[in-house]
């Protein structure tokens, strides 16, 4: 099965709970958690950017399908490997793939309830 195949199987955090640190999939949340939209004061995993991640722990094989605020923004190709290095810094992480994915477009309703409130948008 490719990359692309097994990120696709993998379904949306749209609750975002506290990740558990005790985990490779809680650690890479935290990674993702440290690197924010150029933007928007805001982490890409609370705005609400990555649209689904696979972590395969045994394997050390993470991928993610993420999107950005907007389609035109101005860092759409440099910003995947941005991410992917994040997580490559992730103990226990040997292989990190990033998919900028445009469907679904992004929209406020994506964003954790810190984030709303951190933007004052609650």
Request: hydrophobic share 45%; glycine share 8%; net charge negative.
């Amino acid at each position: 099965m490719s990359m692309i195949d097994w990120l696709r199987k993998a379904e949306a955090h749209e609750d975002r709970p506290e990740p558990d640190l005790d985990t490779l999939e809680g650690r890479v949340i935290e990674a993702l958690r440290t690197v924010y939209d150029p933007e928007i004061p805001v982490n890409i995993y609370d705005l609400g950017l990555v649209y689904s991640l696979s972590v395969d722990e045994a394997a050390g094989k993470v991928g993610i399908r993420m999107t950005l605020t907007a389609p035109g923004c101005p860092v759409a190709q440099a910003f995947p490997g941005v991410v992917e290095g994040a997580v490559m810094e992730v103990s226990g992480v040997d292989e990190a793939e990033v998919e900028l994915v445009w469907d679904p477009p992004w929209s406020r309703e994506r964003m954790s309830e810190a984030a709303r409130l951190a933007l004052g948008l609650l």
